[in-house]
């Protein structure tokens, strides 16, 4: 049972940064991907950026260039570095875990979320 938590979300304005946090348990397997994802009322789920264990990444076309994640792996802890942010950044983020698979599409666990809301 892998455990997520997520930290650091809250409101900026347009053009501010935040970071996200998840502080989780050791995965199981020595190979493995974790990721952020974000809805927001309305819309889809929508995959935001991943990392596996071999610190490849991967961001949503929206995000690319302002986001970056990151992982330390003696801290157990997910990062997500959110700059120049929009209001339709505005969204629950949730942090996920799952096995290394083919673009990390597999998600085994999820934490509880924490909303950003970006005001213009």
């Known amino acids: 049972q892998v455990q997520l938590v997520e930290s650091g979300g809250g409101s900026v304005q347009a053009g501010g940064s935040l970071r996200l946090s998840c502080a989780a348990s050791?995965?199981?397997?020595?190979?493995?991907?974790m990721g952020w994802f974000r809805q927001a009322p309305g819309k889809e789920r929508e995959r935001v950026a991943v990392?596996?264990?071999?610190?490849?990444?991967n961001y949503a076309d929206s995000v690319k260039g302002r986001f970056t994640i990151s992982q330390d792996n003696a801290k157990n802890t997910l990062y997500l570095q959110m700059n120049s942010l929009n209001p339709e950044d505005t969204a629950m983020y949730y942090c996920?875990?799952?096995?290394?698979?083919?673009?990390?599409?597999?998600?085994?666990?999820w934490g509880q979320g924490t909303q950003v809301t970006v005001s213009s």
């Open positions: 050791r995965y199981p397997d020595s190979k493995y991907c």
């Open positions: 990392i596996d264990s071999n610190d490849n990444t």
């Open positions: 996920a875990a799952g096995p290394f698979v083919r673009l990390c599409s597999q998600v085994n666990y």
